[in-house]
C-alpha cells in the first residue's frame, strides 16, 4: 500500500541460490587443529553468502517457477573468497595464563579456516521470492528473505 501496489498482480516464485558445505579445519593461534563443517548459502540475487540455518528448510518444496540469475551473479567461491573465510572463522575462549597463582583474564582467540584443509561440495536451494508487477512499471522481484526488490527480467 505505501508504494502504490494494492492492485498489482503478485506471483510467488523460487529464487535459485546455491548450498555449500565446507568441511575442513579450523586453526587456532598456537597451531591446533579443531575439524568442522559448515552450511553457507550463496545468494546470487543479493550478491552475499549467510550461514545456512537448517530450520529454514521447508519440508515440502513448493512447485513454483524457478527464476536463475544472471551468470554473472554467481561467485568464485572455489577460490575461498575473503568473505566465505571471514564467514567461518570462530573466536574460542584461551586456556587460561596461571602464573605464580595469579588467573588473568582469560582473551577470545581467532581460529581461521585452513584453506589447504577445505573441501567444498555444493548444492541447489532456492529462496522464496515474488514477481510483482505494478500497473505502468516494470516487474520487480521481491526477495523473501531480505525483503529488498530486484529487476526481473
Not at 94 to 115: A, F, K, N, T, Y
Request: proline residues 9%.
Amino acid at each position: 500500500i505505501q508504494r502504490g501496489w494494492e492492485d498489482a498482480n503478485a506471483s510467488p516464485v523460487l529464487l535459485s541460490a546455491k548450498l555449500w558445505t565446507v568441511q575442513g579445519t579450523l586453526r587456532g593461534p598456537e597451531g591446533d587443529g579443531e575439524a568442522g563443517i559448515w552450511r553457507v548459502v550463496e545468494d546470487p540475487w543479493s550478491n552475499s553468502l549467510y550461514p545456512h540455518e537448517p530450520d529454514e528448510v521447508l519440508p515440502h518444496v513448493p512447485r513454483l517457477r524457478l527464476l536463475e540469475p544472471d551468470e554473472s551473479g554467481w561467485s568464485d567461491i572455489r577460490s575461498l573468497p575473503e568473505e566465505l573465510l571471514k564467514l567461518l572463522d570462530r573466536r574460542k575462549r584461551g586456556e587460561p595464563d596461571d602464573q605464580e597463582g595469579i588467573v588473568s583474564s582469560i582473551m577470545l582467540e581467532w581460529w581461521r579456516l585452513d584453506p589447504d584443509t577445505a573441501v567444498l561440495s555444493e548444492a541447489s536451494i532456492a529462496i522464496p521470492g515474488w514477481v510483482v508487477e505494478p500497473e505502468g512499471t516494470p516487474a520487480q522481484l521481491l526477495h523473501g528473505r531480505n525483503g529488498r526488490l530486484y529487476e526481473a527480467d
